[in-house]
């Protein structure tokens, strides 16, 4: 008897899309939470709401549907200052994903007066298990500027080998950047022990949470992180929304990534001076009805309670981990123990290719994702072409995880 789950009963209630059959009358089994997670109905009304009743521009007009979105858009960044503990709203700058969050944190530093500055002179420090969307931002400014680009390596059990750490950062290190939930491991990294090592010789932290906030309580003062990205589809809200929470002192000193209206104080034909942040980094008209309905979706995952949350998908990888490992061939890529994991499960299956695996699931109703995962540093590290991914949420049930297992023997008696 699996302890500490969720009543997905109820809650697949509000998710109208997991009622959906697929391929000639199959009930769909939804794996590709890490990828993204599925939307509520709450979270559509809300939408829906806007678009039908106050849909306009926002700070700009005097008009009522003006001041209803104006509301609703920094009613949004209440909701997320508070469920991440940011100190001040005005940390919280709405982007459209995560990867644009990162994006904005590089070019930044590569504009920066000293003391941030990234030059040919410092250290950029990333690591071997990062999606992409934390590598190339970092390879291009290390490109544009003759920084040196860094990182830490895996061990074989698919954790950050932190063994060389005061090799790796050093005196020259400007800022290290790193996931704190492997999208395509599953592994939660040691936060403390790299912000520690990045503090001392005074370097800048990132963290990229999309993977963490959807999943568990994220706390950016806990942290001590002076940047925080993460995206709004992965945690029951709209595509088009992502979240970089920066420290106050370094968003006043930093220069902006974007111009245009909304960002500025003051322009003239000779020179434009800023508006405090977040509005700063938030060039043009921004993703109101987004911002919008991740406000709902955090409204959401706060009323079930992210403690709890964490609770059932600890459960769950703990059921999936043990059954997965009773199919013949079958090798995780990554942990194989539930402690300090996350609950997304990637795996190969002897030398079925991933995407075959992955076609012959799709067909009996169950969605798993298949390829790099935006993570082929981890397949090159560890000799593989790619893996199958299984990833869990708060509406995944042990049910789902025996479909899996059934549909792989499946598989394994498909290619003999």
């Given at each position: 008897m699996l302890t500490g789950l969720l009543d997905t009963e109820g809650i697949r209630k509000d998710f109208p899309i997991l009622d959906r059959l697929v391929h000639d009358g199959k009930k769909l089994v939804y794996l590709d939470n890490a990828a993204t997670s599925q939307t509520p109905r709450q979270v559509i009304d809300?939408?829906?709401?806007?678009?039908?009743?106050?849909?306009?521009?926002?700070?700009?007009?005097?008009?009522?549907?003006?001041?209803?979105?104006?509301?609703?858009?920094?009613?949004?960044?209440?909701?997320?200052?508070?469920?991440?503990?940011?100190?001040?709203?005005?940390?919280?700058?709405f982007t459209k994903n995560a990867s644009e969050s990162l994006n904005l944190v590089a070019n930044m530093l590569g504009w920066a007066d000293e003391p941030y500055r990234v030059d040919r002179d410092t250290e950029i420090v990333i690591t071997e298990m990062e999606h992409h969307s934390n590598i190339v931002p970092w390879q291009l400014l290390a490109q544009r500027t003759g920084a040196k680009l860094k990182w830490f390596g895996l061990t074989d059990d698919g954790r950050l080998d932190l063994s060389n750490i005061e090799e790796v950062i050093t005196e020259k290190t400007k800022v290290v950047s790193f996931v704190l939930v492997s999208n395509i491991l599953g592994t939660v990294n040691p936060v403390e022990a790299i912000v520690r090592r990045a503090q001392q010789v005074g370097a800048l932290v990132v963290v990229d949470a999309s993977q963490a906030a959807p999943h568990m309580p994220v706390d950016v003062q806990a942290l001590q992180a002076d940047f925080v990205a993460f995206t709004g589809h992965k945690m029951c809200g709209p595509t088009g929304i992502g979240v970089l929470w920066g420290r106050q002192e370094l968003l006043e000193d930093l220069p902006p990534f974007l111009g245009g209206g909304e960002m500025i104080e003051t322009v003239s034909m000779h020179s434009s001076t800023y508006a405090p942040a977040p509005h700063k980094f938030e060039a043009g008209t921004p993703p109101i009805a987004q911002a919008i309905g991740l406000g709902v979706a955090v409204d959401y995952l706060t009323s079930i309670g992210m403690d709890k949350i964490l609770a059932h998908e600890h459960a769950m990888t703990e059921y999936a981990i043990g059954r997965l490992l009773e199919v013949p061939d079958l090798r995780v890529i990554g942990p194989t123990t539930a402690e300090e994991r996350g609950a997304a499960i990637s795996f190969t299956l002897g030398d079925i290719h991933p995407h075959d695996v992955g076609q012959v699931l799709d067909e009996q109703g169950i969605a798993v994702r298949v390829g790099h995962h935006c993570a082929r540093p981890v397949c090159l590290r560890y000799g593989i072409p790619a893996t199958t991914r299984a990833s869990f949420y708060l509406y995944s049930t042990p049910a789902e995880v025996d479909a899996l297992v059934d549909g792989l023997e499946h598989v394994r008696n498909f290619f003999g």
């Open positions: 809300a939408l829906s709401e806007y678009y039908e009743n106050y849909n306009a521009n926002v700070h700009r007009g005097v008009h009522v549907l003006a001041e209803e979105a104006t509301a609703g858009y920094e009613g949004a960044r209440d909701k997320v200052a508070a469920f991440i503990n940011a100190p001040s709203r005005d940390e919280v700058i």
